[in-house]
């Protein structure tokens, strides 16, 4: 029975429902981090362009121009850093969603060779070596195939009660200095003199913003953090606790001699 259900488990790992739990949390972060990086590369791109706005002046006969905003390029910086490992974290959750089926079929499948072997060594004469392997492989198999996509199951059920209340804060600091940040939508039907009259009105808007945003740039960097360690934490570090608990179960049994 054992052997059966297993060869069943890793053939149609497809539909297998702690495995598809599992991959629905990690495709939950992945969507969120996907929005944060899309909203920092918006800011990043926004932060750039205002960083090349010029102000021209004179004085009698000298005259010049200055990039003013160019103290936001620190900012810029930090941004874009934060953008780049944001988006390494939604390739890596990316993967665990595509991953957990197909380690729960992995770990059925070492199922199927350890009651193989268990069969065959009651058959043909007791080994202890054979015995060994077959309660490693089905320990360590049961592990792959129930304990790790349980763990991912178990961290949605807790990453918003030990972590929502920080996210909702962060979240609403960075919408709130964040606000006016957009991409200008041009009006094609309209004359020049429309257009250079908008065009100023944009160049003011990013200098709005980016006063703003050098007002409150420890803010807003300090809750991208935030935000980056949340994501941290719901996807690799809550898991990874969880899973070891059932690691440290799994080999216990593993290598407990047979009395």
């Not at 932060?47 to 009698?60: D, P, R, Y």
């Not at 268990?118 to 015995?131: E, H």
């Not at 006016?180 to 039907?189: F, I, M, N, W």
């Given at each position: 029975?054992?052997?059966?259900?297993?060869?069943?488990?890793?053939?149609?790992?497809?539909?297998?429902?702690?495995?598809?739990?599992?991959?629905?949390?990690?495709?939950?972060?992945?969507?969120?981090?996907?929005?944060?990086?899309?909203?920092?590369?918006?800011?990043?791109?926004?932060?750039?362009?205002?960083?090349?706005?010029?102000?021209?002046?004179?004085?009698?006969?000298?005259?010049?121009?200055?990039?003013?905003?160019?103290?936001l390029e620190?900012?810029?910086?930090?941004?874009?850093?934060?953008?780049?490992?944001?988006?390494?974290?939604?390739?890596?959750?990316?993967?665990?969603?595509?991953?957990?089926?197909?380690?729960?079929?992995?770990?059925?499948?070492?199922?199927?060779?350890?009651?193989?072997?268990?069969?065959?060594?009651?058959?043909?004469?007791?080994?202890?070596?054979?015995?060994?392997?077959?309660?490693?492989?089905?320990?360590?198999?049961?592990?792959?195939l129930l304990?790790?996509?349980?763990?991912?199951?178990?961290?949605?059920?807790?990453?918003?009660w030990l972590?929502?209340?920080?996210?909702?804060?962060?979240?609403?600091?960075?919408?709130?200095?964040?606000?006016?940040?957009?991409?200008?939508?041009?009006?094609?039907?309209?004359?020049?003199?429309?257009?250079?009259?908008?065009?100023?009105?944009?160049?003011?808007?990013?200098?709005?913003?980016?006063?703003?945003?050098?007002?409150?740039?420890?803010?807003?960097?300090?809750?991208?953090?935030?935000?980056?360690?949340?994501?941290?934490?719901?996807?690799?570090?809550?898991?990874?606790?969880?899973?070891?608990?059932?690691?440290?179960?799994?080999?216990?049994?593993?290598?407990?001699?047979?009395?």
């Amino acid at each position: 029975m054992i052997a059966a259900f297993s060869l069943g488990a890793a053939v149609y790992y497809k539909d297998n429902p702690l495995a598809n739990a599992a991959q629905r949390y990690a495709s939950s972060i992945a969507a969120a981090s996907a929005a944060t990086y899309v909203g920092l590369r918006t800011l990043n791109a926004v932060l750039s362009t205002a960083q090349e706005i010029e102000v021209e002046g004179s004085v009698f006969i000298a005259s010049g121009s200055a990039q003013p905003l160019k103290m936001l390029e620190p900012v810029d910086d930090t941004i874009e850093r934060i953008a780049s490992v944001v988006f390494t974290l939604m390739l890596a959750t990316g993967i665990l969603a595509v991953a957990m089926g197909p380690v729960g079929a992995v770990g059925a499948g070492m199922i199927v060779v350890a009651t193989l072997l268990w069969i065959s060594d009651r058959l043909l004469g007791p080994r202890d070596v054979v015995s060994v392997l077959s309660r490693r492989l089905v320990w360590y198999g049961g592990f792959f195939l129930l304990a790790l996509p349980l763990s991912f199951v178990l961290s949605a059920e807790l990453a918003d009660w030990l972590t929502g209340d920080v996210l909702t804060r962060h979240e609403t600091i960075i919408a709130e200095i964040t606000a006016s940040v957009g991409a200008p939508v041009p009006d094609q039907s309209a004359g020049w003199w429309d257009s250079l009259r908008g065009s100023l009105d944009e160049a003011g808007r990013y200098q709005e913003l980016a006063q703003n945003i050098w007002t409150r740039a420890d803010d807003l960097i300090g809750s991208y953090m935030a935000l980056l360690s949340v994501f941290i934490f719901r996807i690799f570090l809550l898991p990874a606790l969880l899973a070891g608990g059932f690691f440290v179960l799994a080999r216990f049994f593993a290598n407990r001699a047979e009395t």
